[in-house]
């Protein structure tokens, strides 16, 4: 490794930094097809919530993310030192410095993009609770990482070229790192456990079963990604080799978030397969209302509902038009409906003029 610092120089990713590459590129494209499916069927259907703007928000934030580890991927991270010069291990630094920040800001809006959508069609107050303090957990823990990041090293640029100024002691970071990483941790299970209880009564067909399940098992192995990284940890405090161990918390990191960003848009794709669209699903009990509004919609109109009496008429006699002569198809049932139309208006309906 060269010893002096000048113009870093692009090296080809190979082994590790391949396959964070190969990850990463595969994800961006995945995750984007996903998001723009979800933006199109929520404005389309113009029920665009909060949900959306915030899931939205954190995949851009993402996408810089990933645009971030993509480059680090040619600047060193993922790579042995053997391979790398001194100033291509300053930029690979700088690189890291930006993937925590960036990290850290995307899965927060994820997260939260989730919790809201989860808090909306939550019918106990106790869900509604939890939801609403993990994502202030979320919050704090994001703006205490983000500050340790920027703090770490006076002036900033030190933290990539030691020569610029001083940094505090490594184990005070990686300590911050575990707490942090436990409460994310803890908070991931949370948010990917919860949708289990609040659709525990929730009646469904079994292939929407299935999806669900399918759903909800993305949104557990982007938790898992969240425990399989927390070991590497102590790469930060390695004295060589540093930007080729931290690549493998990079790796998880890319598919802890864009897995987020799919199973938490997974629902909202559910317009795009008609035989779930008329999944029937409903509460115990069941409801009669015809004005059902979808979740999250914002605009639409409600028309009234008419009440009407129902005669069926039984009709002895062959169905002459079918060459079935199954029991089903011996008698004719014709259903009629009187429906008396009820005005919203008034319930004096309508009285003319009277003559002079």
């Given at each position: 490794m060269a010893d002096s610092v000048g113009a870093w120089h692009a090296v080809e990713p190979r082994g590790l930094a391949a396959a964070i590459l190969g990850v990463t590129i595969a994800f961006t494209v995945l995750t984007l097809i996903v998001i723009s499916l979800r933006v199109w069927i929520r404005v389309a259907s113009r029920c665009f919530g909060p949900e959306d703007f915030l899931m939205c928000v954190g995949t851009t934030i993402n996408m810089?993310?990933?645009?971030?580890?993509?480059?680090?991927?040619?600047?060193?991270?993922?790579?042995?030192?053997?391979?790398?010069?001194?100033?291509?291990?300053?930029?690979?630094?700088?690189?890291?410095?930006?993937?925590?920040?960036?990290?850290?800001?995307?899965?927060?809006?994820?997260?939260?993009?989730?919790?809201?959508?989860?808090?909306?069609?939550?019918?106990?107050?106790?869900?509604?609770?939890?939801?609403?303090?993990?994502?202030?957990?979320?919050?704090?823990?994001?703006?205490?990482a983000i500050v340790a990041v920027l703090a770490r090293c006076k002036p900033v640029a030190a933290s990539w070229n030691p020569s610029l100024g001083t940094c505090i002691n490594q184990n005070i970071i990686i300590v911050l790192t575990y707490v942090v990483s436990g409460v994310n941790i803890a908070t991931d299970w949370s948010v990917a456990i919860l949708p289990v209880f609040i659709?525990?009564?929730?009646?469904?067909?079994?292939?929407?079963?299935?999806?669900?399940?399918?759903?909800?098992?993305?949104?557990?192995l982007a938790s898992v990604a969240t425990i399989i990284r927390m070991p590497y940890s102590s790469a930060y405090s390695a004295t060589t080799n540093v930007l080729h161990d931290v690549g493998n918390i990079i790796l998880w990191t890319v598919v802890e978030c864009d897995l987020g960003i799919i199973a938490g848009s997974m629902p909202m794709l559910r317009k795009l397969f008609k035989s779930l669209a008329r999944d029937g699903s409903s509460h115990p009990g069941g409801s009669t209302d015809l004005n059902l509004v979808t979740i999250g919609q914002i605009k639409g109109r409600h028309h009234p509902i008419h009440e009407g009496a129902v005669k069926v008429t039984i009709a002895a006699?062959?169905?002459?038009?079918?060459?079935?002569?199954?029991?089903?198809?011996?008698?004719?049932?014709?259903?009629?409906?009187?429906?008396?139309?009820?005005?919203?208006?008034?319930?004096?309906?309508?009285?003319g003029d009277k003559g002079v």
């Open positions: 810089v993310h990933n645009g971030i580890v993509i480059w680090g991927c040619y600047v060193g991270i993922g790579t042995p030192d053997s391979r790398l010069d001194t100033a291509t291990m300053m930029e690979g630094s700088k690189a890291i410095v930006f993937w925590q920040i960036f990290y850290v800001s995307g899965s927060l809006f994820i997260k939260a993009s989730i919790c809201t959508q989860l808090a909306r069609i939550a019918t106990l107050r106790i869900y509604k609770i939890i939801l609403w303090v993990l994502i202030g957990i979320s919050i704090v823990t994001t703006l205490i659709l525990w009564n929730v009646q469904m067909r079994r292939a929407l079963k299935r999806m669900a399940g399918f759903v909800l098992g993305l949104g557990v006699g062959d169905d002459r038009d079918s060459g079935r002569d199954d029991e089903s198809t011996r008698q004719m049932i014709r259903v009629t409906k009187t429906v008396d139309q009820v005005s919203m208006e008034g319930a004096g309906g309508y009285k």
